[in-house]
């Protein structure tokens, strides 16, 4: 231990790092390999009224589509997902969860396709409807409605 | 970014061909604008006719002293040409002000013109713009602006140039030399980008049809007593606040010929043809420059976000001034700003 | 989940036929077809397994795509494969030689220059063609002429040492 203390050592990782052969996440080649798009929302707060993937769906080389409409199953309760750093009071935050939008860009689609441009592209022809909420940026303003820790 | 189909132009006259047979085409040179905003859906061309390869870049010396650049040089070869930083070293310094090395080795001459302006609402396509989708509305207007124009705006657009390279070439009066299938013609520099007015959505006045094939500059390049000044959040890699291009030409303490040019703050490089004059014939002082300044920022007007940028573009207008007669230009590599 | 909803009678909606490239990497011709709207980037980490040059922010604003393209240093992102026929084009996966790694490897490593490493590959390749250019001579002038590679990490200070240990000037 104490001759390292101190002394400048090269990371172990430092060899695979400067000649690329280090692995990231979205680096692993597998057979039958598919590509995602997200879908993000326009409005910062309100709801989706209506969410149309057919178009997207034609696309050739597009698998599928998931929205809040047609996603796999998920825990119904935040409690579900509780665990020592998570807050006492609300809930977490469930991608593809219903058609509420609580923030801008939120993900309300995922693209599903063989090639990665297909998703992409195929992204940019779901339509979507929303019924717009009033949001607010100002957390001052808002500081008395706050949880309460 | 849409379905596009790829071709190639052989040469020009190809290239012109290609482009008046279709209206939704574009040229692709270095595509450092065009991809990123075909990946933003942004534009959307049905095809791309690559010039990249067509013989459009040589620096040659004309035969009245000037210099004609061919469209496609890349800009750090440009900046770097021993010519260019010889004779024109605002060139060079307004070039390597902009973007990074990686960009510049990409980006040509004739696309650092037609680049776009980079208001965020232009680049999202959920939001109304005028220049992308005429009579949508504007929503920089009251929206966040900090990075907008004070100087030519109008109701439809308040959207700046992104360029620096044309905030210089403005200053040293180039020509832009373009071929359509009428044949070539040649356009001053300031008659090449537009204001918004109530058409936001041209933002030159190369026709549909039409190929920039090379930039011309005169023979007077400012070489002892210029400067190329950019004001930015960042020391580097960042779009300018306001920037400006000055160039004198001294008689001792006098100023015979004044070239000032600003980028950051209007739809095209600024130039102000009663501030030049009042330079001309004057000493070369505090005093003189600053009156210069006010008048290049008169009729200057402010939104919300943006308003300093007036203050900020008289001092930057003095200070390059002050930096031109001296003959002590802004260093692009050391920032500090003497 | 419940995987292909398509419906056999809706006219499907087409997408770009391949176009034959060549493209010689890290000094081997490569043959691929690839869409006209795939980057060079893509093309290289998709097509050809080069995971070492990495997409950052897909945009040429973060510089962790830059490969050598005949030389130059480029963002890979926004340059399209089929541009690129027959060019040549270095990755961090071609700087070093037999074993033996590039001097601005070795130097990253001798100088701790990455944490994540996640930008490393394109701080590299930058550097190599920032040493290539032969423009930058001082600590500033590296500053200014590598600031189209930024780092999250902030390993700044270090990438500049090793930049110039390997320039022969520390």
């Known amino acids: 231990m104490a001759p390292y203390i101190g002394t400048p050592t090269s990371r172990v990782d430092g060899h695979a790092k400067v000649t690329g052969a280090a692995k990231y996440a979205g680096e692993f080649d597998v057979p039958g390999l598919a590509y995602g798009a997200v879908v993000t929302s326009t409005i910062a707060r309100g709801r989706i009224a209506h969410i149309d993937v057919s178009e997207a769906l034609r696309v050739k080389g597009v698998l599928d589509v998931l929205t809040h ?36 860009e939120q993900p309300i689609a995922l693209v599903l396709a063989e090639e990665w441009e297909i998703a992409r592209f195929a992204a940019a022809l779901v339509r979507v409807a929303y019924k717009k909420q009033a949001h607010s940026t100002d957390l001052q303003a808002r500081l008395g409605k706050a949880f309460v820790v | 970014m849409i379905n596009f189909q790829y071709a190639r132009a052989s040469d020009v006259a190809d290239a012109v061909r290609m482009i008046a047979a279709d209206p939704s085409a574009k040229f692709i040179a270095g595509g450092t604008n065009l991809i990123d905003l075909m990946k933003e859906d942004v534009e959307r061309p049905s095809r791309l006719i690559d010039i990249s390869r067509l013989p459009l870049k040589t620096v040659e010396e004309t035969a009245d002293g000037g210099l004609r650049i061919g469209a496609l040089v890349p800009n750090s070869d440009l900046a770097y040409h021993p010519l260019v930083a010889q004779r024109y070293p605002m060139l060079a310094s307004a070039i390597l002000a902009g973007a990074s090395q990686q960009l510049r080795n990409m980006a040509s001459t004739g696309g650092n013109l037609l680049q776009r302006t980079r208001c965020a609402y232009f680049y999202d396509t959920a939001t109304p713009c005028n220049k992308r989708e005429p009579d949508s509305g504007c929503s920089a207007r009251n929206g966040l602006n900090r990075m907008h124009a004070i100087l030519g705006t109008s ?17 040293l009066d180039a020509k832009v030399h373009v071929a359509g299938p009428g044949g070539e013609r040649a356009m001053a520099f300031a008659d090449f980008h537009r204001l918004p007015g109530t058409t936001p959505q041209r933002d030159t006045n190369l026709r549909p049809d039409e190929i920039v094939t090379a930039v011309q500059l005169p023979a007077q390049g400012f070489a002892k007593n210029y400067t190329y000044l950019k004001i930015r959040d960042r020391l580097s890699y960042a779009f300018a606040l306001v920037s400006v291009a000055a160039a004198l030409e001294l008689d001792g303490d006098t100023i015979k010929e004044a070239r000032l040019a600003l980028g950051g703050v209007a739809h095209k490089p600024w130039r102000d043809a009663n501030a030049e004059a009042s330079l001309r014939g004057q000493a070369a002082t505090p005093a003189t420059f600053a009156h210069a300044a006010d008048l290049v920022l008169r009729g200057a007007k402010g939104f919300a976000h943006n308003a300093f940028k007036i203050d900020l573009a008289r001092k930057v207008v003095v200070r390059a001034l002050t930096q031109a007669a001296r003959g002590t230009p802004q260093s692009q590599s050391n920032k500090k700003i003497r | 989940m419940a995987l292909a909803r398509k419906r056999a009678a809706d006219e499907p909606i087409q997408v770009p036929d391949k176009i034959a490239v060549s493209l010689i990497v890290n000094g081997v011709e490569r043959r691929l077809d690839v ?22 922010c897909d945009h040429g604003q973060c510089g962790a795509c830059t490969v050598l393209v005949d030389g130059r240093r480029i963002n890979s992102c926004l340059t399209l494969a089929v541009m690129k026929d027959g060019a040549k084009i270095t990755t961090i996966e071609g700087l070093a030689t037999d074993g033996a790694l590039h001097p601005l490897q070795q130097a990253f490593i001798d100088h701790d220059a990455f944490q994540c490493g996640y930008c490393t590959p394109g701080q590299i390749c930058s550097a190599a063609g920032l040493i290539a250019e032969g423009k930058a001579k001082t600590a500033d002038e590296i500053r200014e002429l590598m600031s189209g590679n930024i780092c999250r990490c902030g390993a700044y200070p270090n990438i500049v040492a090793a930049i110039l240990q390997a320039m022969g000037r520390s």
Do not use: Q
């Open chain 1, 69 to 104: 409409e047609n996603r796999p199953r998920m825990a119904a309760t935040g409690a579900a997902y509780k665990d020592e750093v998570a807050p006492e009071k609300g809930s977490p935050f469930r991608p593809l969860y219903d058609d509420k939008i609580l923030f801008s």
């Open chain 2, 155 to 171: 109701e439809s657009c308040i959207a700046t140039h992104p360029s620096d390279m044309c905030v210089a070439l403005a200053a």
């Open chain 3, 35 to 56: 869409a006209p709207w795939t980057t060079l980037l893509d093309a290289l980490r998709d097509h050809l397994d080069l995971t070492g040059t990495k997409k950052g």
